[in-house]
């Protein structure tokens, strides 16, 4: 159980333009779900964190008006990159905390984003 | 702010010999701590869970141990194996929030 799948697994936009990228938890339902950002060589930095019903609470540094983040659903969570640059390219990785139940983490396998 | 360190960044090993690998973090206040396993252009994996009352876990060959007064933990892998090559991540669970480490990179030869 605790799985959770993230949608596209890999996408190529060109700048300028938006791309949305859906988490899923399939299992369980996850009243808060975190998006994180990984660039090459370098570790899982944490973006947002997204709760079910509520604004989503940004980390500093990260620009809420350019990555746009809906959590309309106890199963899904949305993370929309708007007007994509280059500079954006990374590896989004999802994850989701079960409802009600302690504090683990269960992780999605990632978005591979590249804006031409 | 918690602080993740991970040491070594990098380590090579020949099969069959055991791996240790050191995580550090600045603020013992923690729920939990996690060790990761990342192969290039992947997603995470979940090796090992420890809770802030535990002193260690064990599944299969790892073993993970915490200190939390110290700030430290520690993940072995006996007897190495090819297919260990990975990266693995140290992650902290502290305000509902994870703290990741940068990770080490482990290649171990055949």
């Known amino acids: 159980g605790a799985v959770v799948s993230q949608h596209p697994s890999w996408v190529i936009c060109k700048s300028g333009t938006s791309v949305k990228i859906e988490c899923r938890s399939l299992?369980?339902?996850?009243?808060?779900m975190f998006w994180y950002r990984q660039f090459p060589k370098q570790s899982l930095m944490l973006m947002a964190t997204?709760?079910?019903?509520?604004?989503?609470?940004?980390e500093q540094g990260v620009e809420k008006d350019k990555f746009l983040i809906n959590h309309a659903s106890l199963t899904l969570s949305t993370l929309t990159v708007t007007s994509a640059h280059p500079e954006d390219s990374s590896f989004y990785i999802c994850?989701?905390?079960?409802?009600?139940?302690?504090?683990?983490?269960?992780f999605g396998p990632g978005t591979r984003l590249t804006v031409t | 702010k918690q602080e993740v360190t991970q040491i070594p960044a990098a380590l090579s090993v020949p099969e069959g010999e055991n791996l240790v690998l050191n995580c550090s973090f600045t603020?013992?206040?923690?729920?939990?701590l996690q060790w990761f396993r990342q192969d290039p252009g992947k997603g995470l994996t979940s090796l090992l869970l420890?809770?802030?009352?535990?002193r260690e876990q064990t599944s299969g060959r790892l073993n993970a141990s915490l200190d939390k007064s110290s700030g430290r933990s520690t993940l072995y892998i006996a007897a190495s194996q090819p297919g260990d090559s990975a990266t693995y991540l140290c992650?902290?669970?502290?305000?509902?929030?994870?703290?990741f480490g940068a990770g080490t990179t482990v290649t171990v030869r055949a």
């Open positions: 994850s989701a905390r079960r409802q009600g139940i302690g504090y683990e983490q269960y």
């Open positions: 997204s709760n079910e019903g509520s604004k989503a609470t940004y």
């Open positions: 992650a902290v669970n502290d305000d509902y929030k994870l703290s």
């Open positions: 420890i809770q802030s009352s535990q």
């Open positions: 603020d013992s206040a923690i729920y939990n």
């Open positions: 299992d369980f339902q996850a009243t808060t």
